[in-house]
């Protein structure tokens, strides 16, 4: 008998089943609670003498507040226990232990309200890879930063912000809050974020700025500044612009001036090599070598970085070893054809067919000056060429206009010559070293005149 009830049951798998037992003609029910299982059973058959008899599983038992909860229609498990649903991002209460300071409501930090991007919202994606177009930023007035530090150096600076995308909260309360009040704050998902950004860890933080105006930023620390101007002569690798532009801003150079040809101020890996730097000085771009001039308020006088390449070197027997230097045609290499009207963006390569075309033009000669001598005894510029091209001819020939100097870092024989950006960082503050000596000499000067004379 109880080998048939057990097989009738197993027919029927429940949460809570009861099955009969027969002990001294007594049936006992008997209850089992399964919790592994949901269904629950409709009817339970029994031997013969008991047919009809419906057995119901025993309920469990239930509070009044969960039953009127259930009437009420509320399914939070986070409400039953009292407590706030924790699917919700926004913290409803009044300040938190890391930003006590700072009132968080719902859509509303702080008094700043931000927007929360609904289901298949495609502006963060839409904003992001225009942004990234050389041609867009420079038609549409709009840059792209990324990351806590580059945009409070922005927002310092008075650039002017037009978007936000932020991930969680915590990260937009890192920015200076009184400074987005006229900007479109919008809340993503970190994984769009993460999609759409351009470092491999990204912080969370992307920002869309109007392009900003050199001559209407807020430079910090302009009494620490030296007259010397970087002047970036078709420079096309965004790494070693980036380096040059970080470098100028450590030296407490002027201002920094980019011809056409060089890669655009605003491209990603050049915002990102440059850590901030294009919120420290003024950078102008994409200028003719006609429009330079422009932008020097007193006489300059204008120096250019020449490469070393030692198998063209012509090298005397000296006693210290230096090279003897003789002509400048020896040292680096020039490109001696005009600029044009449209530079390509686009590196190229110089075939021979242009070879021979410069062949008769002569290039200026000017003085060469190894990198330690005295060379910046004035408001100074520096010419840097790129690597692959050179310097290009307008460069010299403004250099020679401005009695300036062909400047020589000598390096060990094997080695065919430093990287742009080195080369530029180590002369960059030389002079700065030569004219901070100067200024001195000159303070100490006008000083001691004054002191004799008499009172």
């Known amino acids: 008998m109880a080998a048939l009830i057990k097989g009738v049951i197993r027919l029927f798998p429940t949460e809570r089943y009861a099955f009969l037992s027969t002990r001294s003609d007594i049936i006992v029910e008997s ?8 269904r629950k059973p409709v009817r339970v058959l029994f031997p013969e003498n008991n047919t009809g008899k419906v057995v119901k599983p025993p309920q469990p ?14 399914s939070s498990p986070g409400a039953a226990r009292g407590h706030p649903d924790r699917s919700d991002p926004v913290n409803t209460r009044s300040g938190t232990a890391k930003h006590p300071h700072v009132t968080v409501t719902k859509d509303l930090i702080d008094g700043l309200r931000y927007e929360r991007a609904f289901p298949g919202d495609k502006r963060l994606s839409k ?13 549409q007035g709009k840059i792209l930063l990324e990351g806590r530090r580059l945009i409070c150096d922005a927002l310092e600076a008075g650039a002017r912000p037009q978007m ?40 969370g933080v992307i920002a869309i700025f109007a392009r900003p105006d050199p001559s209407r930023l807020n430079f910090s620390r302009r009494g620490q500044l030296v007259p010397l101007s970087l002047i970036c002569d078709n420079v096309r690798d965004p790494g070693n612009l980036g380096t040059m532009l970080r470098s100028a801003a450590a030296a407490g150079c002027h201002d920094i001036l980019l011809t056409k040809g060089c890669v655009d101020a605003w491209e990603p890996k050049v915002l990102r090599a440059a850590m901030g730097a294009h919120f420290r000085l003024p950078i102008y771009a ?35 070893g230096t090279p003897k230097l003789s002509k400048p045609g020896d040292y680096g290499w020039v490109n001696s054809s005009p600029c044009r009207k449209k530079m390509e963006y686009e590196e190229y390569d110089s075939d021979s067919d242009s070879e ?20 910046a005894q004035s408001p100074t510029a520096l010419v840097v060429g790129g690597e692959t091209h050179g310097l290009s001819m307008e460069a010299v020939q403004l250099a020679e206009k401005t009695d300036g100097y062909r400047l020589f870092i000598p390096v060990v024989p094997g080695v065919d010559s430093l990287n742009s950006a080195m080369a530029a960082s180590i002369l960059l503050f030389e002079g700065r070293r030569q004219l901070l000596k100067l200024l001195q000499t000159t303070g100490k000067k006008r000083l001691s005149k004054a002191e004799r004379k008499p009172s």
């Open 31 to 38: 209850k089992r609670f399964v919790r592994g299982l949901r």
């Open 61 to 74: 038992p239930q509070s009044d507040h969960h039953a009127a909860e259930q009437k009420m229609g509320r």
């Open 127 to 139: 904003l992001v890879s225009v942004a990234r177009s050389r041609t867009f930023r420079e038609h």
């Open 164 to 203: 936000v995308f932020f991930s969680s909260l915590d990260r937009l309360q890192e920015l200076p809050l009184d400074k987005l009040r006229g900007a479109t704050i919008v809340k993503v998902k970190f994984e769009d974020i993460k999609i759409w950004s351009d470092v491999v860890t990204p912080q």
């Open 286 to 320: 994409s200028l003719e070598w006609h429009e330079i001039g422009n932008h020097f308020s007193k006489p300059v006088t204008v120096h250019v970085a020449d490469s070393s390449h030692g198998h063209h070197l012509k090298r005397d027997a000296e006693d210290d």
């Open 356 to 375: 021979s075309e410069n062949e008769g033009i002569s290039l200026p000669r000017m003085e060469i000056k190894l990198y330690h001598e005295n060379w």
